[in-house]
């Protein structure tokens, strides 16, 4: 009888422990994630990426995770270090004490990104952009010009590009580039006014419509997304046919 008691004891302490590791997963799922619509896709730092689907539960997504936004939004607070979330080509850092939430626009297809608290840095492209709790902004990337578009929808939106900043009004739209040969950054007024500050401190304000080129920091890396954009067309040879001697009983 004791032998019966012990096993059942064991069982017992067995379900228990079990039942406690899968809910401190399920909580520490449920502190980074605050809600969550459609499609993502977790890549944690042991490289191991998991799908998950609209009606799957969120598995352990530890510090140093990367979430992707397949389709719907999500919203990040981070119990604990820091998480990467994509948008299309724009990367926002999360960190402890920040409230971000995030979606893909389809009408604009732009990456649509709100913080709740907290200040988010966002890297797309060559820019990067500062979100401040309050503040709403959308981002795009033409791989094939390598602009960034940033359009502020809640605040002023602070961007930094090759050590050259700006500043996107509410309800105004900026358009950033830099050229890698010629290390100079484009920005334009897309709607509203545009400000810009240049490495050497000038400030200039930038009416719809208005454009300027302005020297880029001396250091730091310049990527180029051209050659992703336009993959090389690469023609499949046919292999040639054997040829045949003429005595070969085969030949016509």
């Not at 990040?76 to 979330?85: K, L, T």
């Not at 401040?132 to 094939?144: A, C, E, M, P, T």
């Not at 950054?185 to 545009?194: D, L, S, T």
Request: with cysteine.
């Amino acid at each position: 009888m004791f032998y019966v008691y012990g096993r059942r004891v064991c069982v017992f302490l067995l379900f228990t422990v079990t039942a406690i590791f899968f809910s401190q997963d399920v909580l520490i799922a449920k502190d980074i994630v605050i809600n969550r619509t459609g499609i993502i896709r977790i890549t944690k730092p042991d490289g191991i990426v998991l799908r998950v689907e609209n009606d799957q539960a969120l598995p352990e997504i530890p510090s140093g995770s990367k979430v992707e936004v397949i389709t719907g939004s999500i919203g990040i607070e981070p119990a604990e270090g820091f998480i990467q979330v994509v948008v299309g080509d724009s990367v926002a850092m999360v960190k402890v004490g920040d409230i971000l939430t995030a979606s893909m626009d389809l009408e604009t297809n732009m990456a649509d990104f709100e913080a709740l608290a907290g200040q988010i840095r966002i890297i797309t492209g060559n820019t990067t952009t500062i979100v401040n709790s309050g503040q709403k902004v959308k981002i795009s990337l033409d791989k094939r010009t390598a602009i960034v578009e940033v359009r502020s929808i809640k605040g002023t939106i602070g961007t930094i590009t090759a050590g050259v900043k700006a500043l996107v009004p509410q309800d105004a739209t900026g358009r950033i580039s830099v050229d890698a040969k010629t290390r100079k950054v484009r920005v334009e007024a897309i709607n509203g006014y545009v400000q810009v500050m240049a490495i050497d401190g000038e400030v200039i304000m930038l009416a719809k419509a208005e454009s300027m080129d302005t020297e880029a920091s001396a250091v730091g890396e310049i990527q180029t997304f051209a050659e992703e954009a336009i993959a090389p067309f690469v023609p499949v040879e046919e292999p040639a046919e054997p040829e045949r001697p003429e005595a070969s009983p085969h030949r016509p």
